[in-house]
């Protein structure tokens, strides 16, 4: 049995690090905002960068003169044994040691992260019994332990093991119970979409050899939320900062109100949040049962689902048919995938294909949802972009409220540049998810891709025709946002042209202007010159009757630089004639 883990603490970890917090009704916490907010507070690296760590572990192999066999059998001494060859497996190691971002971990009370070493949520489902799946909840790592340890090894149990959220005695008891390979929890971790030079969190891409390989694999996806206002979007920023693994929201910004303003009168906010969800199977011989590892993300309560969600993705029943149903928005991710999983055995064919791939197979609907949610976002973002540069080109000068200039123009660029900033990263998490699938469920290969499109209408589909439909509806999402990608693109063209456009426009009205100061000074430098030539005089201004000379010899002077300016091309060109004659 494992016990409950207890943090190492000191006199300062008692103490709490003082900050303002924020409450609602829908989330009261005790910690930090800016500890679970941001991930890295204060120096990012005062636990080392990743240089410094691997120098540590490499020193303390050489000093202990550790092996693998030296480490015993507790699952984070064999992570830190395989972080000499596998340097990725020390941020694993040191996430278990804190539970939670180590960076982050330092700002946590000795109470805090003792509730997050031993934080439990999971849901063990037995799929032995097809019609009757058995669902039972551990509340603790005392009672997983137990379920685990203590289930009748006579009778063959197909077994889903879904998990919310991570900690270190998860970790621990199920790695070191099924030793699961390491990179799995590793690959769970962090939403990071880059990296800098010294972080230790960084994740390598992989060779598609290798993700085909591998018994697990790692879907990315994004969920849209709406909050009405600050309060409601930094509680939520807050709640995702309680969840061990590092998820972060990105907020839009608020929007703007106004009569010109017609996609949004409100002021709120909408807030892009990256999720994972990784799955590991047990490699299993022959006839044997199998056990599957799925690790869902923690649902968000604080906002909305952006326009309430995508919903149920089938046909709607029939209106002789009785069924029971909730909203879906109702519940989260973690009891909704348990609730359409404890019902597959009902569906037609399904208990021809009992294996945990199967078993998931209710997860991607609702992977579909959220995805098609951010399409149809992205896709609005990008048409309001496009509209407000169309708009930016309008000019009355009745209404100067209304008057576009190039401050518009460039807010309009800002907020293109970061769908053009996403739009890479969605499409290569759409790609990278076809990538594992098509490696782990090479049958659905067998089928051709012309036919892929008819299959979602089969109500008898088997597991190589389910998993082409899967697959088949990925590629579409990706091909759907390289389309926006490409849209994207198009409209900073357009941006560029019509920014072209202004700064000809302004070119030719400063032009105009210089004209108008070229001819004043063919007016001002002839009376200037007349002026100076007379006043070589020193009794030119005594006498009076001077006076009209000046203006006898200053205007004839001024009318025939002004002819020369307005008639100098003409002259120039009668002259040029007149040579050519000669």
């Known amino acids: ?25 829908m989330f009261n916490g005790s910690m930090d905002y800016s500890a679970v907010v941001h991930p890295h507070v204060g120096d990012a690296y005062f636990t080392g960068n990743i240089y410094e760590h691997a120098q540590r572990t490499t020193d303390e192999a050489a000093t202990r003169n550790r092996s693998l066999s030296n480490y015993g059998n507790t699952y984070l001494r064999h992570i830190k044994a395989l972080s000499l060859s596998w340097p990725r497996l020390i941020y694993l190691a040191e996430f278990m040691e804190a539970s939670t971002a180590p960076a982050k971990a330092k700002l946590l009370s000795v109470r805090e992260k003792a509730e997050r070493l031993n934080r439990v949520k999971a849901s063990i489902l037995n799929f032995s019994n097809f019609q009757d799946v058995e669902r039972k909840d551990p509340s603790s790592l005392e009672g997983l332990t137990y379920l685990l340890e203590h289930s009748d090894s006579k009778i063959k149990k197909n077994r889903l093991i879904v998990l919310e959220d991570l900690s270190s005695g998860l970790i621990e008891l199920l790695g070191s119970h099924f030793d699961v390979d390491p990179r799995f929890f590793r ?3 962090e939403d990071h979409t880059w990296f800098n030079t010294k972080d230790p969190w960084v994740e390598l891409p992989e060779l598609d050899s290798t993700i085909k390989s591998r018994s697990y694999f790692t879907i990315r996806y994004v969920q849209a939320r709406y909050f009405e206002n600050d309060l409601y979007s930094k509680a939520a920023k807050r709640q995702a900062g309680s969840f061990n693994v590092l998820r972060r929201i990105d907020l839009e910004g608020s929007a703007e109100s106004g009569t010109d303003k017609w996609w949004d009168g409100t002021g709120g906010t909408v807030g892009i949040v990256r999720h994972k969800v990784s799955l590991w199977v047990k490699p299993q011989r022959e006839n044997d049962a199998w056990t599957g590892i799925l690790l869902l993300d923690p649902s968000l309560t604080e906002g909305h689902l952006l326009w309430n969600g995508y919903g149920n993705l089938d046909s709607p029943p029939s209106i002789h048919e009785k069924r029971q149903l909730m909203p879906t928005s109702s519940l989260s991710f973690f009891e909704a995938f348990i609730s359409q999983a404890m019902t597959i055995g009902l569906t037609s064919g399904a208990v021809d294909n009992v294996e945990p791939e199967f078993i998931t197979a209710p997860l991607y609907p609702l992977i579909f949802g959220q995805w098609l949610v951010a399409l149809e976002y992205t896709f609005t973002g990008l048409f309001q972009v496009e509209w407000h540069i169309d708009a ?3 000019y009355e000068p009745q209404d100067p409220s209304r008057q576009r200039g190039p401050k518009e123009l460039d807010d309009c660029l800002q907020r293109l540049h970061k769908w053009q900033r996403r739009l890479p990263f969605f499409t290569s998490w759409l790609e990278s998810t076809v990538t594992s699938l098509e490696g782990r469920y090479e049958a659905a290969h067998a089928i051709p891709f ?9 109500s008898s589909l088997n597991a190589p025709k389910l998993w082409a439909v899967i697959i088949s ?5 990706h091909t759907r946002f390289s389309n926006l990608a490409l849209r994207a693109d198009k409209i900073l063209n357009i941006a560029t042209a019509i920014t072209s456009v202004q700064e000809s426009k302004r070119a030719i009205e400063q032009s105009q202007r ?6 004043l000074a063919f007016i001002f430098i002839p009376l200037s010159f007349v002026s100076s030539f007379l006043s070589m005089n020193g009794d030119f201004a005594s006498q009076k ?9 200053g205007l004839p002077i001024c009318l025939l630089a002004l002819l020369a300016a307005v008639y100098g091309k003409h002259l120039r060109n009668f002259w040029i004639g007149l040579l050519k004659k000669v």
């Open 187 to 189: 690959s769970h971790l």
């Open 545 to 553: 009757k001077a006076y009209p000379t000046f203006f006898e010899v």
């Open 392 to 394: 930016s080109r309008v």
């Open 1 to 25: 049995m494992v016990a409950g883990l207890t943090p190492a603490s000191s006199a300062e970890d008692d103490e709490k690090v003082s900050g303002s917090g924020i409450s609602t009704p």
């Open 473 to 477: 509806d990925f590629r579409t999402l």
């Open 514 to 519: 210089l004209t108008l100061i070229t001819y």
């Open 450 to 458: 012309q036919q892929q499109s008819n299959l979602g209408q089969d």
